[in-house]
């Protein structure tokens, strides 16, 4: 079973919501924690971001998906945890990409800009593809190390 941990503002909560949907077709292969928003009322995507990349950064899930506007304000917010690498993928190919090379652990969708179909698309991929590692081990580690 695939544990995900989602999240949205309320510019992706609509997102979220068709995301989900999809995801029960798959029955018991996965397990949702929604992390909130719950109405499309404003909010603040910092506060979605977090809980999710909490999830991430303590392995209570295997991934998670964020949703805001433009993904950008959500995928910086996940980004500052230790640990996860937030990637904002548009295509199913850059979510492959966002696998294959960048061991990425939430996918980040611009709820704005992207159609169901296509963010659905992007989902899948995110969830079949696995870490290519080898000279992509070296750089996923690098992306951890903070200098100042």
């Not at 989602?6 to 919501?17: I, R, T, Y």
């Amino acid at each position: 079973m695939i544990k995900i941990s989602m999240g949205s503002d309320h510019a992706g909560f609509e997102l979220k919501q068709e995301i989900k949907k999809y995801l029960h077709t798959l029955g018991n292969k996965v397990e949702i924690s929604d992390k909130g928003c719950f109405v499309e009322e404003r909010c603040d995507y910092p506060d979605y971001a977090h809980l999710v990349a909490e999830d991430v950064e303590k392995d209570i899930c295997d991934f998670g998906i964020l949703v805001c506007g433009s993904g950008n304000g959500i995928n910086m917010s996940a980004n500052k945890w230790d640990g996860v690498r937030s990637a904002l993928c548009w295509n199913s190919e850059i979510a492959n990409m966002a696998r294959l090379h960048n061991d990425a652990n939430i996918l980040t969708l611009p709820g704005r800009y992207i159609s169901v179909e296509d963010a659905i698309e992007c989902v899948c991929e995110f969830m079949k593809t696995e870490f290519e590692g080898g000279r992509h081990a070296d750089r996923v580690e690098k992306i951890s190390i903070c200098r100042s």
